[in-house]
């Protein structure tokens, strides 16, 4: 907490403020850890409930979609009127959706448990993303990544504690995580009050232009097309994050702590991607990014169904260290496109990932229902074909020439 408030005496932010930044990350690894648990325990549930795969899917897109839904709302009303003691609301909402997953008995409850973890990311990313990019003190691509790989470390570690702590002693252990949510809505407490200091000192400042860099059609075109990467992305890494582990048990005769360890794997990549796809975009462009990033995957993809166990794990740790460093690319690129829409962009781009994430995952449970789970694997591998749009987004030079940034 000294460190936010050292940080907080400079509240201008012209220079990277780390403390700030290291917060937030910690919070969206707390975050994302919570979160990770309820895909982490799919195998548990659907064995203890008797579920079947599209009841998983609904699990999923039950969180994701209530995510996806309230975040771009979030963000829009907090473009106008900022909220900077909403961040530690959010963890308060996942505590009670932990708690429900906890100690749930029935079916519904584990929905309306997955739909308040929902609501708690609802609130966080658009508001952190925003607290990163005014740490950033110009270094947009750096300071996505530092928020970023907190929430992807934390999505790594949950299957890991959850083959070691949750499988073990059951579901009600589910609880014992509830200590993380305190720790972030006291940090988080803190970075709310940087936040409105941030505000206070800059009240005076000229407001950022939000001149659009490029026509309004352009800017739709470039928006759908945007939206279609992330598309890609999201439904790939969905189909990894929840039905990876049944992929291996079933092909390879895993038990479910082993398949565990090889979602570890994959997410660890995911996380170790995604810090370095933000200060690699900040040299070389966003854009140069998304094309290496998304369309490079393939050939690996396309494998990825016919390997044995040992290059099945090699090739999604490929895939996952790629594939994620298009996503803070794919943020501050939007935000170059809409200056000044931070919150906006937030909201769009993280509910995007957790409603695509969330519809792919429903959809790609009701396949894997009818036609198997290796079936659904062979399908997805074509999904990083669509990087091939890329070439119609505009350069980052286009976007940055003759306004001022947000």
């Known amino acids: 907490m000294t460190d936010i408030a050292a940080g907080a005496r400079a509240p201008r932010a012209e220079s990277t403020v780390y403390p700030v930044l290291l917060a937030v990350c910690l919070c969206h690894f707390i975050n994302d850890v919570m979160q990770s648990l309820l895909s982490a325990i799919y195998p548990m549930l659907k064995a203890d409930y008797g579920l079947d795969f599209w009841q998983i899917g609904l699990l999923t897109f039950t969180f994701q979609f209530t995510a996806s839904l309230l975040q771009p709302m979030i963000g829009l009303y907090t473009d106008k009127k900022p909220m900077p003691q909403s961040l530690p609301v959010s963890s308060a909402s996942t505590c009670c959706g932990l708690l429900l997953l906890a100690f749930s008995t029935t079916y519904p409850m584990l929905i309306l448990g997955a739909g308040l973890i929902g609501i708690g990311s609802a609130i966080f990313h658009p508001e952190a993303s925003r607290v990163a990019r005014m740490a950033s003190g110009g270094r947009y691509g750096l300071a996505q990544s530092v928020f970023q790989v907190g929430g992807n470390t934390g999505t790594a570690l949950g299957p890991l504690l959850a083959a070691f702590i949750v499988v073990p002693r059951g579901q009600t252990s589910v609880a014992w995580f509830i200590v993380l949510a305190l720790i972030s809505m006291v940090v988080l407490r803190q970075v709310g009050n940087w936040y409105g200091r941030y505000q206070k000192a800059n009240g005076k400042k000229a407001a950022a232009s939000k001149t659009l860099p ?193």
């Open 214 to 406: 490029v026509s309004k059609k352009r800017v739709v075109q470039t928006l759908v097309i945007l939206t279609l990467l992330v598309f890609s992305k999201n439904v790939y890494l969905a189909s990894i994050s929840s039905y990876y582990t049944f992929f291996l048990i079933e092909k390879f005769s895993l038990d479910v702590q082993q398949a565990q360890m090889m979602l570890f794997l994959f997410l660890g990549a995911v996380a170790v991607g995604t810090i370095l796809g933000g200060p690699i975009g900040d040299r070389i462009g966003a854009k140069n990014v998304i094309w290496v990033s998304i369309l490079g995957v393939l050939p690996f993809t396309l494998a990825l169904p016919y390997a044995d166990l040992f290059w099945s794990g090699v090739l999604t740790m490929i895939v996952g260290l790629v594939l994620a460093s298009a996503f803070p690319a794919i943020v501050v690129f939007a935000q170059e496109l809409l200056p000044g829409r931070v919150g906006l962009v937030g909201g769009i781009f993280f509910g995007l990932s957790f409603g695509m994430g969330g519809l792919g995952a429903a959809a790609l449970g009701v396949l894997a229902d009818v036609r198997g789970i290796e079936w659904v694997y062979s399908v997805c591998s074509f999904l990083p074909m669509i990087g091939l749009l890329t070439v119609f987004l505009p350069s980052m030079k286009e976007l940055r020439s003759g306004r001022v940034d947000a």
